[in-house]
């Protein structure tokens, strides 16, 4: 999850570790979003938010509306969310409990493919969740975005001669990638089963899968048609 939308432009910032990246181009590609897919934010932010005196009342796929005060039952402000959200990123992205079957499948898939992290992880975070990919077993590339994802995912396109799959739980950014990175195979996935009731599949996406075991399976199946 995240809480704003940009357009499908790639920030400088993000480009800067895009170019740092050493990924062979003739090799299948995985690149994976982190809250929600790898991460499971909610459950861990629902924890957070309890001990700061706030709930999570999921009503809508949302953060704000959604946080309330755990006296007042009144949803917090959206400066608010913005400061919890923040705190929390401080205080806990290498707390985060993986998904489950997230490192089990990816280190299967990394033997027929690459993968890469792309999360919208706050930069000054990246280490952090790196410190705990590597903790969880899934020691993969991290790319700290900013904004859609569209704008990394055509650049990664772009240099790539093989299959390019693309994993996250935001409409908006199964989308973006969609607009200006056509070829990538775009998976839908929300780990949270709350999440997904109140969510349907991407319009953009090629599937919707809520779960590793099903990535897996789904993602050989392709390769092997392909010839990988």
Sequence with gaps: MELKLEDDSLHDDVLIQLEALRLAPERPLIVS?????????????????????????????????????????????????????????????????????????????????????????????????????????????????????????AYLMARHNAPVFFLDDIPHNIASVARVAAAVTRVHFIADHRLRDLLGAAEDADIRIDDWPGVRRYIETRLRAQGY
């Design 33 to 153: 979003d982190a809250d929600e897919v790898i991460f499971a934010f909610v459950r861990s932010l629902e924890g957070f938010l309890i001990e700061n005196g706030n709930f999570l009342d999921l009503q809508s796929f949302a953060l704000s509306g959604n946080i309330r005060n755990s006296e007042t039952g009144e949803p917090v402000s959206a400066e608010t969310v913005k400061a919890l959200i923040g705190d929390f990123f401080d205080q806990r992205t290498e707390q985060i409990e993986p998904v489950e079957g997230a490192a089990d499948a990816l280190a299967a898939l990394s033997t027929q493919a690459q993968i890469l992290v792309l999360s919208n992880v706050p930069l000054d975070r990246l280490a952090a969740r790196r410190r705990a990919l590597v903790k969880h077993g899934m020691d993969y590339p991290l790319v700290a975005n900013i904004g859609r994802k569209g704008g990394a995912m």
